[in-house]
C-alpha cells in the first residue's frame, strides 16, 4: 500500500494506529510482572485502600473503577487481564483520536499526509505505553477519550450547520463528557483543546478563532464545575484530599516548569527525553527554535506583530492543555500526564516538517521515514524500556523466593536495587518513575510484592500477612542496622539477583 492509497482510505489510518499498538504490545499477553503501584493495589484488594487513594486523588471514577478491577485478581500473573482491558480501551480510543484529529486538519488545511506519522505516533506514544503497562493506569483510556470527545462537541455548539434546537445537546455532550474525564483522570482533560489548537495552528478564519475562545471559556468553566463537585464528594465522605489536589501559590516557578520539562518533552514526539541528556536539550531547543523562525518564512508572510501573536498563542495554548497539572502544587511531568500535550508538540512539528518539503513525492517519503522511525521507537520504548526488563526482575524474584523461602522462618530482608539497575544490564536510561527503573527501587513495592508472592508459593495468606520483613535502600544502609539484626533473616539483595 502506497502513502497515496493511505491517503485516499476513510478507515486506513484509523488502523493503522491500532496495528501500531498491537505491535508495540505483542509481549502484553505472556509477560508477568508487577510494577510498582501494581504490587500494592494487588495486594490491598479487598481492603478498600485502592478506593480510598484514588478517592482523595478527585478520581472517584478511576476509584470505583480500579475497585472492581483488582478486586476481580488475586494472582499476580492475572494482572495482565487489567492490562488487556487498557489495550482493548486503547485500540477503540487511539483510532477515535486519528479520526477526529484527521477531521480538524482536514478544517485547519494542513497537509493530510502527516496523518501518517501521526496515526504511529498516537499508537506509539510513551504515554500510552505506560497507560497500557502499568494496571495502576488501566482506566486512563477512558478519560483521554471523553477529553477529545467533550472538545469535538463544543467545536459543534455553535457551528453553523447545527441547528440552533440542537445547540443545547452539543453543549450537555460537552459538559458531560468533560466532567467524566476530569472525574477519571484530570490531565487527560487537556485533549478538550487538540482540535482548537489545530485550527489555531492552521492560521483559520476569524470564524475558528471565535470559536477557540468560547472553547477556552468553556475548558475553564468545565473546570471549575470539576472542583467543585470534588469538594461535595470529599465533604460527603469526611475524608480529607491528597496533597496532589492542592492548588500551585508559585503561577511563575510552574511557567519556568513548563518551559523546562513539559514542553521539552512535547516537542520530542515519542523519543523519551532525558533532561540530562545532550540529545535531548539539542533536539527540544532545535526544534523550538527551528519552528519559531518558520513561523516567519510562511507564506503570506507575516508581519513581526502576528508573527509574535501566533507563537505567544500556540505557547499559551500548549499551556492551558497542560493546566490540570500546571494548577497543581506538584510538579513532577510524568509520560503519563502527557498525551495531549504531546500530541499538540507533534501536530505542531510535523506541521513544520511538511511545510519544509512542498514536492508530493518528497512529502511521502518523508511521512514513511518519520513513521517507520516512530514505529520503532514504540517499540522499543515499550518492551526494552519497559516489559522485558520487569518481567527478567519478576521471574528472579519469584524464583528466588520458591527457592529459598522455606528456609527463612519467615523472616527476610530485602536490600533494594539502585534506581539505574536496568542501565548497567539492558543499556536503558530511566525515565522519571516509569521507563527504565526496576519496580522494587521504590520503597513501597518490596513489601506488598513479597507478601503476594509468598501468599501464591505457599497458599497461605496467614503466613504471607506474618511475614516479618525489613526493606532497606542498599547495601550501605545495612550498616546503619543494630548488630545481629540480620543473623537469623533470609537475605535478598534484589541488586545482586538482577546481575
Same mark, same amino acid.
Given at each position: 500500500?502506497?502513502?497515496?492509497?493511505?491517503l485516499?482510505?476513510?478507515?486506513?489510518?484509523?488502523?493503522?494506529?491500532?496495528?501500531?499498538?498491537?505491535?508495540?504490545?505483542?509481549?502484553?499477553?505472556?509477560?508477568?510482572?508487577?510494577?510498582?503501584?501494581e504490587?500494592?493495589?494487588?495486594?490491598?484488594?479487598?481492603d478498600?485502600t485502592?478506593?480510598?487513594?484514588?478517592?482523595?486523588?478527585?478520581?472517584?471514577?478511576?476509584?470505583?473503577?480500579?475497585?472492581?478491577?483488582?478486586?476481580?485478581?488475586?494472582?499476580?500473573?492475572?494482572?495482565?487481564?487489567?492490562r488487556?482491558?487498557?489495550?482493548?480501551?486503547?485500540?477503540?480510543?487511539?483510532?477515535?483520536?486519528?479520526?477526529v484529529?484527521?477531521h480538524?486538519?482536514?478544517?485547519?488545511?494542513?497537509?493530510?499526509?502527516l496523518l501518517?506519522?501521526?496515526?504511529?505516533?498516537?499508537?506509539g506514544?510513551a504515554?500510552?505505553?505506560?497507560?497500557?503497562?502499568?494496571?495502576?493506569c488501566?482506566?486512563v483510556?477512558?478519560?483521554?477519550?471523553t477529553?477529545?470527545?467533550?472538545g469535538?462537541?463544543?467545536?459543534?455548539?455553535?457551528?453553523?450547520?447545527t441547528?440552533?434546537?440542537?445547540?443545547?445537546?452539543?453543549?450537555?455532550?460537552?459538559?458531560? =463528557? #468533560? %466532567?467524566?474525564?476530569? &472525574?477519571?483522570?484530570?490531565?487527560?482533560? *487537556?485533549?478538550?483543546? +487538540? $482540535?482548537?489548537?489545530?485550527?489555531?495552528?492552521?492560521?483559520?478564519?476569524?470564524?475558528?478563532?471565535?470559536a477557540?475562545?468560547?472553547?477556552?471559556?468553556?475548558?475553564?468553566?468545565?473546570?471549575?464545575?470539576?472542583?467543585?463537585?470534588?469538594?461535595?464528594?470529599?465533604?460527603?465522605?469526611?475524608?480529607?484530599?491528597?496533597?496532589r489536589?492542592?492548588?500551585?501559590?508559585?503561577?511563575?516557578?510552574k511557567?519556568?516548569?513548563?518551559?523546562?520539562?513539559?514542553?521539552?518533552?512535547?516537542?520530542?514526539?515519542?523519543?523519551?527525553?532525558n533532561?540530562?541528556?545532550?540529545?535531548?536539550?539539542l533536539?527540544y531547543?532545535?526544534?523550538?527554535?527551528?519552528?519559531?523562525?518558520?513561523?516567519?518564512?510562511?507564506k503570506p508572510?507575516?508581519?513581526?506583530k =502576528? #508573527? %509574535?501573536?501566533?507563537? &505567544?498563542?500556540?505557547?499559551v495554548?500548549m *499551556?492551558?492543555?497542560? +493546566? $490540570?497539572?500546571l494548577?497543581?502544587?506538584?510538579n513532577?511531568?510524568?509520560?503519563?500526564?502527557?498525551?495531549?500535550?504531546?500530541?499538540?508538540?507533534?501536530?505542531?512539528?510535523?506541521?513544520m516538517?511538511?511545510?519544509?518539503?512542498?514536492?508530493?513525492?518528497?512529502?511521502?517519503?518523508?511521512?514513511?521515514?518519520?513513521?517507520?522511525?516512530?514505529?520503532v521507537?514504540a517499540w522499543?520504548?515499550?518492551?526494552?524500556?519497559?516489559?522485558?526488563?520487569?518481567?527478567?526482575?519478576?521471574?528472579?524474584?519469584?524464583t528466588?523466593?520458591?527457592?529459598?523461602?522455606?528456609?527463612?522462618n519467615?523472616?527476610?530482608?530485602?536490600?533494594?536495587?539502585?534506581?539505574?539497575?536496568?542501565?548497567?544490564?539492558?543499556?536503558?536510561?530511566?525515565?522519571?518513575?516509569?521507563? #527504565?527503573?526496576?519496580?522494587?527501587?521504590?520503597?513501597?513495592?518490596?513489601?506488598?510484592l513479597?507478601?503476594?508472592?509468598?501468599d501464591?508459593l505457599?497458599g497461605?495468606?496467614?503466613?504471607?500477612?506474618?511475614?516479618?520483613?525489613?526493606?532497606?535502600?542498599?547495601?550501605?544502609?545495612?550498616?546503619?542496622l543494630?548488630?545481629?539484626t540480620?543473623?537469623?533473616?533470609l537475605?535478598?539483595?534484589?541488586?545482586?539477583?538482577?546481575?
Amino acid at each position: 500500500m502506497t502513502p497515496q492509497s493511505l491517503l485516499n482510505s476513510k478507515w486506513s489510518f484509523p488502523l493503522l494506529c491500532a496495528a501500531t499498538l498491537l505491535l508495540s504490545f505483542h509481549q502484553l499477553f505472556t509477560a508477568e510482572y508487577a510494577f510498582t503501584d501494581e504490587a500494592f493495589q494487588l495486594w490491598h484488594n479487598h481492603d478498600r485502600t485502592n478506593f480510598n487513594g484514588f478517592f482523595v486523588q478527585g478520581r472517584p471514577i478511576t476509584a470505583l473503577l480500579l475497585e472492581k478491577l483488582y478486586g476481580s485478581i488475586d494472582r499476580i500473573d492475572s494482572l495482565k487481564w487489567l492490562r488487556l482491558f487498557s489495550l482493548g480501551g486503547w485500540l477503540i480510543t487511539a483510532p477515535v483520536y486519528v479520526a477526529v484529529l484527521a477531521h480538524f486538519i482536514r478544517i485547519a488545511q494542513l497537509p493530510r499526509i502527516l496523518l501518517l506519522p501521526l496515526s504511529v505516533l498516537i499508537g506509539g506514544s510513551a504515554s500510552v505505553a505506560i497507560y497500557i503497562g502499568w494496571a495502576a493506569c488501566a482506566e486512563v483510556f477512558i478519560a483521554c477519550l471523553t477529553g477529545l470527545l467533550s472538545g469535538y462537541c463544543m467545536f459543534y455548539i455553535y457551528h453553523p450547520d447545527t441547528p440552533v434546537k440542537f445547540r443545547g445537546y452539543w453543549a450537555l455532550g460537552a459538559i458531560v =463528557a #468533560g %466532567l467524566i474525564s476530569l &472525574l477519571t483522570y484530570q490531565s487527560a482533560f *487537556g485533549a478538550f483543546l +487538540l $482540535p482548537f489548537f489545530i485550527l489555531f495552528i492552521g492560521r483559520q478564519s476569524s470564524q475558528y478563532r471565535t470559536a477557540t475562545w468560547r472553547a477556552i471559556v468553556m475548558y475553564g468553566l468545565i473546570h471549575i464545575a470539576y472542583f467543585v463537585i470534588f469538594k461535595k464528594l470529599i465533604s460527603a465522605y469526611g475524608i480529607e484530599a491528597s496533597d496532589r489536589t492542592l492548588l500551585t501559590r508559585e503561577p511563575l516557578r510552574k511557567i519556568g516548569f513548563f518551559f523546562s520539562t513539559p514542553l521539552a518533552q512535547a516537542l520530542s514526539f515519542n523519543f523519551l527525553y532525558n533532561v540530562k541528556g545532550l540529545f535531548s536539550q539539542l533536539f527540544y531547543y532545535g526544534m523550538l527554535t527551528i519552528w519559531a523562525v518558520s513561523v516567519f518564512a510562511g507564506k503570506p508572510r507575516p508581519s513581526l506583530k =502576528a #508573527g %509574535l501573536g501566533h507563537i &505567544l498563542g500556540v505557547l499559551v495554548l500548549m *499551556g492551558l492543555i497542560f +493546566l $490540570p497539572v500546571l494548577v497543581s502544587r506538584e510538579n513532577f511531568a510524568s509520560y503519563r500526564t502527557m498525551f495531549a500535550l504531546n500530541i499538540a508538540g507533534s501536530v505542531l512539528l510535523l506541521n513544520m516538517l511538511f511545510s519544509f518539503v512542498r514536492h508530493a513525492g518528497r512529502q511521502q517519503w518523508l511521512a514513511l521515514v518519520t513513521a517507520f522511525l516512530f514505529l520503532v521507537t514504540a517499540w522499543y520504548n515499550t518492551n526494552n524500556n519497559f516489559i522485558s526488563p520487569l518481567a527478567n526482575e519478576y521471574q528472579r524474584l519469584s524464583t528466588f523466593l520458591r527457592d529459598n523461602y522455606p528456609k527463612s522462618n519467615g523472616r527476610i530482608l530485602v536490600v533494594r536495587p539502585p534506581e539505574a539497575a536496568f542501565t548497567a544490564l539492558y543499556g536503558v536510561k530511566v525515565y522519571r518513575d516509569e521507563f #527504565g527503573m526496576p519496580s522494587t527501587y521504590k520503597g513501597w513495592t518490596p513489601d506488598p510484592l513479597i507478601r503476594q508472592l509468598v501468599d501464591e508459593l505457599t497458599g497461605r495468606y496467614d503466613a504471607a500477612v506474618g511475614l516479618f520483613l525489613i526493606n532497606v535502600k542498599d547495601q550501605e544502609a545495612l550498616k546503619d542496622l543494630p548488630p545481629g539484626t540480620f543473623d537469623d533473616l533470609l537475605l535478598l539483595d534484589i541488586g545482586a539477583l538482577l546481575q
